[in-house]
């Protein structure tokens, strides 16, 4: 789990880095490696979702913060609220993530999502950006 300490408190320590997409922060089980070059094995409870500017550990001298990385995402500017509400309900209903960044919506670039606000016919760009979903979602896949 992350580690209860404010970077703050941090002063003197190295800070090292560990960016992970919306899904890798949600894996509780792998090997990683931070920008540092620093292997870590992850261990963490079952449900576990690590947050972007959370402290994932402190070493002798050195700690790792949590960074979102860039991902594929559909970017929609909604023309209205009542566009953002039946795009937000009719991605919630297939079990997908959404993000809100400023006032653009964001879902992940899945063919699914594409062919879905194809159908509905919301204007959307393909973009690489921070994914910070609201919620939490589940697919049914294996």
């Known amino acids: ?9 941090l002063a003197g320590y190295e800070r090292d880095t560990l960016a992970l997409t919306a899904t890798a922060r949600r894996w509780g089980r792998r090997r990683v490696t931070t920008s540092a070059g620093r292997a870590l094995a992850l261990a963490l409870p079952t449900g576990s979702v690590l947050r972007p500017g959370g402290i994932l550990h402190v070493g ?3 700690y790792v913060v949590i960074e979102a990385a860039p991902e594929p995402v559909l ?6 609220s ?10 919630g209903n297939r079990h ?3 993000a809100i960044d400023g006032d ?12 879905l606000l194809t159908r509905l016919e919301i ?15 589940h697919r049914h896949e294996p």
Not at 1 to 9: K, L
Not at 75 to 80: E, F, L
Not at 104 to 115: F, N, S
Request: glycine share 6%.
């Open 1 to 9: 789990m992350q580690a209860r300490v404010r970077e703050d408190e």
């Open 60 to 62: 002798p001298g050195w």
């Open 75 to 80: 970017a929609v500017t909604p023309k209205s």
């Open 82 to 91: 009542e566009e953002a509400l039946r795009l937000a309900f009719e991605v």
């Open 96 to 98: 997908f993530t959404l």
């Open 104 to 115: 653009r919506l964001l879902v992940p670039d899945d063919t699914a999502m594409a062919v």
């Open 123 to 137: 204007a959307f760009t393909r973009e690489r950006a921070v994914f910070v979903p609201i919620g939490v979602g």
